[in-house]
């Protein structure tokens, strides 16, 4: 997984995080597998609205974004929820774990 910096963008303020870019593989396993490795960013050419599932992941976030990481969508995800979709297409969704080291983050939310 490679890592890559990225700046969100939310009303306003600025947020820079290091992200592991996922591949088709790492996309398919997401959390089930890296649950505490890093944040996962999936990067999409074309816009789109994907469902996701939590099955065998511990709650987390999921930030829906557009091509110029403006935050579309934060969507707090449960344990064990067959189906999560967000109300607009998107670009980009990473998904940040609810664990202690990932706190700050989540807060600045």
Known sequence: ????????????KKLPLVVG????????????VFRKRALLLFDFKKP???????FFCDP???????????ILEIIKVISWKPIILP???FN??????SIPRYTNTIKHF
């Open 1 to 12: 997984m490679k890592t890559k910096k990225i700046i969100l963008k939310h009303k306003g």
């Open 21 to 32: 870019k996922c591949n088709i593989l790492e996309q398919i396993l997401g959390l089930m």
């Open 48 to 54: 789109r609205r994907l469902k996701i599932h939590s």
């Open 60 to 70: 987390f976030f999921a930030v829906y974004t557009d091509e110029q990481n403006n």
């Open 87 to 89: 109300v607009a297409k």
């Open 92 to 97: 980009k969704l990473i998904e940040i774990p």
